[in-house]
């Protein structure tokens, strides 16, 4: 079992649309969490962190659910921008690494 | 302006010859990683380094080495690349925290 997995989708969503997409994670001491967004053919870049109380940053919102060790990304309003991968990932503090799932393909259509 | 940088952007080699991919950062940052990234395994990491003269490896370094010799350098050597080492790679460094920062990456092809 991998230890972060995502769905690759890719997730064809009309622009305007909502998108939400979950990610899960096998270390349950996992500390802390964080989606990256990757443009095709670019470097990743952090997108936002996840902290357990939720949180929102203009149209995204990420959540963590420990108990059910997932994360996940809400897009809402969707833009034609938005289309890229947007990568997992866990930090796990004890060996100072950071985790990556695969990531899920979204493209927007107009 | 803060960057990572990786030298050259695109490369095609012949098995067996070997070859170096540059990395440098100018964030004084102590912990550089390297990874390869191939369709639908996402990143993985090859090896990593928390400081200068301090390396170990990732979960895929088998046929690559690295060295730290200094805080901004950070380069990865293939000795005798194989057709199974063709794949985009990416350098990141980071502080303490979680954000990491990548170069542009390297695509590389083995023939």
């Known amino acids: 079992r991998k230890e972060v997995e995502q769905d690759p989708g890719p997730f064809n969503v009309p622009e305007g649309a909502t998108v939400a997409f979950n990610c899960t994670y096998s270390?349950?001491?996992?500390?802390?969490f964080f989606w990256y967004r990757q443009d095709c053919r670019k470097e990743p870049k952090l997108l936002m962190s996840?902290?357990?109380?939720?949180n929102e940053d203009g149209r995204f919102t990420a959540q963590l659910n420990r108990a059910s060790q997932y994360i996940s990304l809400l897009i809402r309003d969707s833009k034609l921008s938005d289309s890229a991968t947007y990568l997992c990932?866990?930090?796990?503090?004890?060996?100072?690494?950071?985790?990556w799932g695969a990531g899920t393909k979204l493209i927007i259509k107009p | 302006e803060a960057q990572v940088t990786q030298n050259p952007r695109y490369l095609i080699t012949v098995t067996g010859k070997k070859l170096t991919v540059t990395c440098s950062q100018n964030?004084?940052?102590?912990?550089m990683s390297w990874y390869r990234q191939d369709p639908g395994l996402g990143l993985r990491q090859i090896y990593y380094?928390?400081?200068?003269?301090?390396?170990d490896k990732g979960d895929v370094p088998e046929g690559y080495k690295v060295s730290r010799k200094e805080k901004r350098n950070f380069p990865l050597i293939l000795e005798s690349p194989s057709p199974n080492q063709t794949s985009l790679y990416f350098c990141?460094?980071?502080?303490?925290?979680?954000?990491?920062?990548f170069g542009q990456g390297t695509r590389l092809t083995v023939v």
């Open positions: 990932v866990v930090n796990e503090e004890r060996n100072y690494q950071l985790i």
């Open positions: 270390n349950s001491a996992s500390q802390s």
């Open positions: 964030m004084n940052h102590e912990y």
């Open positions: 380094s928390m400081n200068v003269e301090v390396t």
């Open positions: 990141a460094s980071r502080a303490g925290g979680p954000e990491a920062f």
């Open positions: 996840v902290y357990s109380s939720g």
